[in-house]
């Protein structure tokens, strides 16, 4: 039963569309969060949420919105997708805010926009 | 300058090898995490540490507060370690999360 899933895991789009990355974690986790790596393999926070609010909200363009239902879901929307959103996202969970017993990753989804 | 820096970037083992890969870092901390991201893409959490040594199996995860400094070492490498190892620290001010640019292992037969 996996701890952390994300869906999809590959998405390739046009630019311009609207798309949405899904994911949830069944670990009972208070925190959870979205990480971007780039074609460089650079990993970045982008947001985290705790108990459903939003706690770290980094540089990220406000085509990017974070929405999370309930504290085992945290989903992506991106609005108006451009060529640089093409990357790995990944989804991760922990027990709190400070990275408590560590971080749960998901598998990602490598989104390409074309 | 990154908030994170891991030395070195890239590094080829024989398997057998005892193995090191250090992160240094500019910011106060909480914690410090160690990652390891498989070929296929998986991100796995190794070690979190705020002070101190830990041990899971062949790796070893250290840290020096003071000096800003952590290791992660690998006892007798093997193939299976080769993965791209990750340091990353959760600051004690803002929630800022720092990630080092990765170490690409690779452990030859």
């Known amino acids: 039963d996996t701890a952390v899933s994300q869906t999809p895991k590959y998405l390739v789009t046009q630019m311009g569309n609207d798309k949405s990355i899904k994911c949830e974690q069944n670990?009972?986790?208070?925190?959870m969060y979205w990480y971007k790596q780039d074609s460089k393999k650079f990993l970045k926070i982008m947001f985290s949420?705790?108990?459903?609010?939003?706690?770290i909200n980094e540089t990220v363009p406000n085509r990017f919105s974070p929405k999370s239902p309930d504290k085992a879901h945290l989903n992506l929307h991106i609005n108006s997708l451009e060529l640089g959103d093409s990357a790995v996202y990944f989804c991760?969970?922990?027990?709190?805010?400070?990275?408590?017993?560590?971080?749960?990753f998901g598998s990602g989804t490598r989104l390409t926009v074309v | 300058k990154n908030e994170v820096e891991q030395s070195p970037q890239n590094l080829t083992a024989q398997e057998g090898e005892f193995i090191t890969i250090n992160c240094s870092y500019s910011?106060?901390?909480?914690?410090l995490h160690w990652l390891q991201q498989h070929p296929g893409g998986g991100i796995v959490s190794l070690f979190m540490?705020?002070?101190g040594k830990k041990k899971h199996g062949r790796l070893i995860a250290t840290i020096n507060i003071q000096e800003k400094h952590s290791s992660l070492h690998i006892t007798a490498s093997h193939p299976r370690d080769s993965a791209v190892y990750i340091c990353?620290?959760?600051?004690?001010?803002?929630?800022?999360?720092?990630f080092g640019t990765g170490t690409s292992l690779t452990v030859i037969p």
């Open positions: 991760a969970s922990s027990q709190n805010e400070q990275g408590a017993s560590g971080y749960t």
């Open positions: 670990l009972g986790h208070d925190t």
């Open positions: 949420y705790n108990n459903k609010e939003l706690i």
């Open positions: 910011v106060g901390i909480s914690a």
């Open positions: 540490l705020s002070s």
């Open positions: 990353a620290v959760s600051s004690n001010t803002g929630n800022q999360f720092y």
